[in-house]
Protein backbone atom coordinates (compact mmCIF):
# COMPACT_ATOMS: atom_id res chain seq x y z
CA UNK A 1 0.00 0.00 0.00
CA UNK A 2 1.16 3.35 -1.19
CA UNK A 3 2.27 5.51 2.05
CA UNK A 4 1.82 8.90 -0.45
CA UNK A 5 -0.39 11.44 0.85
CA UNK A 6 -3.49 12.35 -1.25
CA UNK A 7 -4.03 15.72 -1.74
CA UNK A 8 -4.62 17.94 -4.95
CA UNK A 9 -1.58 19.25 -6.53
CA UNK A 10 -0.46 22.78 -5.44
CA UNK A 11 -0.26 25.46 -7.63
CA UNK A 12 0.78 29.18 -7.79
CA UNK A 13 -3.61 29.78 -7.25
CA UNK A 14 -3.30 27.44 -4.02
CA UNK A 15 -0.35 29.17 -2.57
CA UNK A 16 -2.21 32.60 -3.27
CA UNK A 17 -5.08 31.23 -2.00
CA UNK A 18 -3.05 29.90 1.53
CA UNK A 19 -2.10 33.83 1.48
CA UNK A 20 -5.47 35.07 1.47
CA UNK A 21 -6.97 32.68 3.97
CA UNK A 22 -3.45 33.29 6.49
CA UNK A 23 -3.03 29.95 6.57
CA UNK A 24 1.10 29.25 7.10
CA UNK A 25 2.62 28.19 3.81
CA UNK A 26 5.38 24.80 4.15
CA UNK A 27 8.23 24.77 2.05
CA UNK A 28 11.32 22.05 2.75
CA UNK A 29 13.97 20.91 0.74
CA UNK A 30 14.38 17.92 -0.74
CA UNK A 31 17.51 16.37 -2.53
CA UNK A 32 16.70 13.30 -3.93
CA UNK A 33 13.73 10.74 -3.82
CA UNK A 34 13.95 9.12 -0.36
CA UNK A 35 13.39 13.17 0.74
CA UNK A 36 10.62 13.78 -2.03
CA UNK A 37 8.76 10.92 -0.59
CA UNK A 38 9.02 11.87 3.01
CA UNK A 39 7.69 15.30 1.82
CA UNK A 40 5.16 13.99 -0.43
CA UNK A 41 3.97 10.97 2.32
CA UNK A 42 2.40 14.60 3.87
CA UNK A 43 -0.23 16.51 3.09
CA UNK A 44 0.89 19.55 5.00
CA UNK A 45 4.07 20.18 2.90
CA UNK A 46 2.98 23.02 -0.33
CA UNK A 47 6.28 23.37 -1.65
CA UNK A 48 9.81 21.39 -2.09
CA UNK A 49 12.60 23.00 -2.69
CA UNK A 50 15.48 21.56 -4.73
CA UNK A 51 17.85 23.83 -3.06
CA UNK A 52 21.33 24.91 -3.76
CA UNK A 53 22.27 23.66 -0.26
CA UNK A 54 22.96 20.61 -1.78
CA UNK A 55 26.03 21.70 -2.53
CA UNK A 56 27.09 21.51 1.26
CA UNK A 57 25.07 18.93 2.70
CA UNK A 58 24.86 16.26 -0.04
CA UNK A 59 28.17 16.90 -1.93
CA UNK A 60 30.01 18.26 0.72
CA UNK A 61 31.16 21.17 -1.20
CA UNK A 62 32.56 24.59 1.15
CA UNK A 63 29.70 26.58 -0.58
CA UNK A 64 26.71 26.58 -2.67
CA UNK A 65 28.85 28.37 -5.51
CA UNK A 66 30.46 25.42 -6.37
CA UNK A 67 27.55 24.37 -7.46
CA UNK A 68 26.74 23.08 -11.22
CA UNK A 69 24.13 23.46 -12.99
CA UNK A 70 23.99 19.68 -14.40
CA UNK A 71 24.71 18.28 -10.68
CA UNK A 72 21.10 20.63 -9.73
CA UNK A 73 19.39 19.11 -12.60
CA UNK A 74 20.69 15.33 -11.48
CA UNK A 75 19.19 16.09 -8.23
CA UNK A 76 16.33 18.09 -9.29
CA UNK A 77 15.05 15.22 -11.55
CA UNK A 78 15.59 12.23 -8.81
CA UNK A 79 13.19 14.70 -6.74
CA UNK A 80 10.90 15.46 -9.15
CA UNK A 81 10.57 11.44 -8.91
CA UNK A 82 9.45 10.91 -6.05
CA UNK A 83 7.29 14.31 -5.61
CA UNK A 84 3.40 14.14 -5.85
CA UNK A 85 1.26 17.15 -4.55
CA UNK A 86 4.16 19.72 -3.60
CA UNK A 87 4.98 22.15 -5.73
CA UNK A 88 8.41 21.69 -6.85
CA UNK A 89 11.22 24.46 -6.90
CA UNK A 90 14.43 24.17 -7.97
CA UNK A 91 17.16 27.50 -7.46
CA UNK A 92 19.18 28.42 -10.49
CA UNK A 93 22.83 27.67 -9.30
CA UNK A 94 25.23 30.50 -9.02
CA UNK A 95 26.29 31.55 -12.82
CA UNK A 96 23.50 29.87 -14.71
CA UNK A 97 22.15 33.42 -14.72
CA UNK A 98 24.56 35.75 -14.47
CA UNK A 99 26.36 35.86 -18.29
CA UNK A 100 23.60 37.23 -19.70
CA UNK A 101 19.50 36.70 -20.19
CA UNK A 102 19.37 34.75 -23.25
CA UNK A 103 21.73 32.15 -21.37
CA UNK A 104 19.61 32.74 -18.27
CA UNK A 105 16.30 31.56 -19.72
CA UNK A 106 18.35 28.22 -21.74
CA UNK A 107 19.77 27.17 -18.17
CA UNK A 108 15.93 27.61 -16.86
CA UNK A 109 14.49 25.73 -19.53
CA UNK A 110 17.08 22.96 -18.74
CA UNK A 111 16.25 22.85 -15.27
CA UNK A 112 12.58 22.73 -16.50
CA UNK A 113 13.02 20.29 -18.82
CA UNK A 114 15.30 17.94 -17.74
CA UNK A 115 15.10 18.42 -13.65
CA UNK A 116 11.36 18.10 -14.61
CA UNK A 117 10.69 21.31 -12.55
CA UNK A 118 7.52 23.50 -12.07
CA UNK A 119 9.22 26.64 -11.09
CA UNK A 120 12.79 28.01 -10.56
CA UNK A 121 14.29 30.60 -7.73
CA UNK A 122 16.62 33.33 -8.49
CA UNK A 123 18.71 35.11 -5.59
CA UNK A 124 18.76 38.88 -6.17
CA UNK A 125 17.47 42.38 -6.53
CA UNK A 126 16.92 45.01 -8.93
CA UNK A 127 19.57 43.78 -11.54
CA UNK A 128 17.65 39.95 -12.30
CA UNK A 129 14.47 41.90 -12.56
CA UNK A 130 14.65 41.54 -16.32
CA UNK A 131 15.19 38.26 -16.16
CA UNK A 132 12.74 37.42 -14.08
CA UNK A 133 10.29 39.38 -16.25
CA UNK A 134 11.57 37.32 -19.52
CA UNK A 135 11.23 33.68 -17.59
CA UNK A 136 7.77 34.36 -16.45
CA UNK A 137 6.53 35.48 -19.86
CA UNK A 138 7.76 32.21 -21.71
CA UNK A 139 5.49 30.29 -18.72
CA UNK A 140 8.74 29.74 -16.31
CA UNK A 141 7.60 30.65 -12.92
CA UNK A 142 9.89 32.38 -10.60
CA UNK A 143 10.24 32.34 -6.58
CA UNK A 144 12.16 35.41 -6.16
CA UNK A 145 15.22 35.56 -3.36
CA UNK A 146 15.47 38.73 -1.05
CA UNK A 147 17.38 39.55 2.02
CA UNK A 148 20.68 37.52 2.76
CA UNK A 149 21.74 35.92 -0.62
CA UNK A 150 24.20 32.76 0.13
CA UNK A 151 25.57 32.76 -3.34
CA UNK A 152 26.78 36.08 -2.58
CA UNK A 153 28.53 35.49 0.91
CA UNK A 154 32.07 36.48 0.12
CA UNK A 155 30.84 39.56 -1.54
CA UNK A 156 28.96 40.69 1.70
CA UNK A 157 32.30 39.26 4.11
CA UNK A 158 29.84 36.32 5.35
CA UNK A 159 26.33 34.93 6.60
CA UNK A 160 24.87 38.65 7.78
CA UNK A 161 21.84 39.36 8.91
CA UNK A 162 19.95 41.89 6.19
CA UNK A 163 17.86 45.18 6.85
CA UNK A 164 18.69 46.66 10.17
CA UNK A 165 19.11 50.18 9.31
CA UNK A 166 16.45 52.28 8.18
CA UNK A 167 18.45 52.54 4.54
CA UNK A 168 19.19 48.65 4.30
CA UNK A 169 15.58 48.40 5.02
CA UNK A 170 14.21 50.62 2.94
CA UNK A 171 16.40 48.87 -0.08
CA UNK A 172 14.95 45.36 0.62
CA UNK A 173 11.08 47.03 0.49
CA UNK A 174 12.08 48.77 -2.93
CA UNK A 175 13.41 45.30 -3.89
CA UNK A 176 10.82 42.89 -3.04
CA UNK A 177 8.30 45.12 -4.81
CA UNK A 178 10.82 45.47 -8.18
CA UNK A 179 10.89 41.87 -7.92
CA UNK A 180 7.34 41.23 -7.38
CA UNK A 181 6.63 44.04 -10.57
CA UNK A 182 8.77 41.86 -12.67
CA UNK A 183 6.21 38.76 -12.06
CA UNK A 184 7.75 36.63 -9.51
CA UNK A 185 4.99 34.46 -7.80
CA UNK A 186 6.59 34.11 -4.49
CA UNK A 187 9.30 35.39 -2.31
CA UNK A 188 11.69 33.94 -0.12
CA UNK A 189 12.87 36.35 2.75
CA UNK A 190 16.21 35.30 4.46
CA UNK A 191 17.53 36.70 7.69
CA UNK A 192 15.70 40.11 8.44
CA UNK A 193 14.27 41.35 11.62
CA UNK A 194 11.14 40.01 12.46
CA UNK A 195 9.40 43.50 11.64
CA UNK A 196 10.88 43.95 8.45
CA UNK A 197 9.75 40.77 7.85
CA UNK A 198 6.44 41.13 8.78
CA UNK A 199 6.34 44.90 6.79
CA UNK A 200 7.34 42.91 3.35
CA UNK A 201 4.74 40.61 3.69
CA UNK A 202 2.09 43.27 4.38
CA UNK A 203 3.16 45.08 1.55
CA UNK A 204 3.06 42.77 -1.51
CA UNK A 205 0.53 40.74 -3.63
CA UNK A 206 2.32 37.45 -3.04
CA UNK A 207 3.43 35.26 -1.07
CA UNK A 208 6.55 35.28 1.20
CA UNK A 209 8.42 32.23 2.46
CA UNK A 210 10.43 33.27 5.88
CA UNK A 211 13.63 31.77 6.49
CA UNK A 212 14.80 33.50 9.62
CA UNK A 213 12.32 36.57 9.10
CA UNK A 214 10.13 36.09 12.12
CA UNK A 215 6.47 34.72 12.32
CA UNK A 216 4.68 36.79 10.40
CA UNK A 217 5.24 35.78 6.73
CA UNK A 218 3.09 33.61 4.69
CA UNK A 219 5.47 30.39 5.50
CA UNK A 220 8.84 28.89 6.45
CA UNK A 221 11.21 26.85 4.95
CA UNK A 222 13.56 25.41 6.20
CA UNK A 223 17.06 22.89 5.07
CA UNK A 224 15.75 19.37 5.29
CA UNK A 225 19.46 18.51 6.96
CA UNK A 226 18.81 21.36 9.71
CA UNK A 227 15.14 20.64 10.07
CA UNK A 228 15.65 16.83 10.91
CA UNK A 229 19.32 17.06 12.58
CA UNK A 230 21.44 15.40 10.18
CA UNK A 231 23.81 18.30 9.29
CA UNK A 232 26.93 18.70 11.45
CA UNK A 233 27.53 22.26 10.24
CA UNK A 234 26.67 25.60 11.68
CA UNK A 235 23.80 26.03 13.50
CA UNK A 236 21.68 28.98 12.25
CA UNK A 237 19.89 30.92 15.23
CA UNK A 238 16.82 30.30 13.37
CA UNK A 239 17.01 26.77 12.91
CA UNK A 240 14.81 24.39 14.92
CA UNK A 241 15.65 20.45 14.97
CA UNK A 242 12.55 18.95 14.44
CA UNK A 243 14.05 15.38 14.63
CA UNK A 244 17.81 13.87 15.54
CA UNK A 245 17.93 11.87 12.90
CA UNK A 246 21.48 11.53 13.21
CA UNK A 247 21.58 9.96 15.85
CA UNK A 248 19.44 7.49 15.23
CA UNK A 249 21.64 6.72 11.81
CA UNK A 250 24.80 6.49 13.49
CA UNK A 251 23.30 3.80 16.34
CA UNK A 252 21.99 2.17 13.33
CA UNK A 253 25.41 1.90 12.05
CA UNK A 254 27.24 0.93 15.32
CA UNK A 255 24.53 -1.74 15.59
CA UNK A 256 25.07 -3.02 11.85
CA UNK A 257 28.69 -3.20 12.48
CA UNK A 258 28.95 -4.71 16.12
CA UNK A 259 26.87 -7.76 14.71
CA UNK A 260 28.78 -8.54 11.93
CA UNK A 261 31.28 -8.31 13.83
CA UNK A 262 30.20 -10.25 17.04
CA UNK A 263 28.89 -13.38 14.09
CA UNK A 264 25.03 -12.69 15.15
CA UNK A 265 24.21 -11.39 11.54
CA UNK A 266 23.13 -13.10 9.43
CA UNK A 267 21.35 -15.29 11.57
CA UNK A 268 21.64 -18.90 10.02
CA UNK A 269 17.35 -19.01 10.56
CA UNK A 270 15.88 -15.85 9.81
CA UNK A 271 18.32 -14.07 7.36
CA UNK A 272 19.71 -17.00 5.42
CA UNK A 273 18.51 -19.02 2.62
CA UNK A 274 18.75 -22.84 2.17
CA UNK A 275 19.33 -25.45 0.05
CA UNK A 276 16.81 -29.28 -0.28
CA UNK A 277 19.29 -31.42 1.45
CA UNK A 278 19.34 -33.84 -0.98
CA UNK A 279 19.93 -31.45 -3.99
CA UNK A 280 23.05 -30.84 -1.57
CA UNK A 281 23.74 -34.01 -0.92
CA UNK A 282 24.15 -34.31 -4.73
CA UNK A 283 26.05 -31.36 -5.38
CA UNK A 284 28.51 -32.59 -2.97
CA UNK A 285 29.29 -35.97 -4.97
CA UNK A 286 29.40 -33.99 -7.80
CA UNK A 287 32.02 -31.57 -6.43
CA UNK A 288 34.15 -34.26 -5.53
Known amino acids: MSTRAEREKVTIQTLQILRARKEPITMLTAYDYPTALASSANPAIDITLVGDS ?24 AVARGTTHPLLVADMPFGS ?8 IDNAVRLV ?32 HVGLLPQRHVAASGYKVQG ?67 WNGHKAKFVRRFANLQSVRDDGVRAYAQAVKDGSFPDPQRESYTIDQDEWARFLEEMN
Request: proline letters at 3%; hydrophobic letters at 45%; aromatic letters at 4%.
Open 54 to 77: LAQVCLGLKSTTQLTLDQMIHHAS
Open 164 to 230: RTVDAAKALVRTAKILEEAGAFSMVVEAVPKQLGQFITDNLRIPTIGIGAGPATSGQVLVWDDAMGT
Open 97 to 104: YHASVDAA
Open 113 to 144: REGQVEAVKLEGGEEIAELVHRLCSFGIPVMA
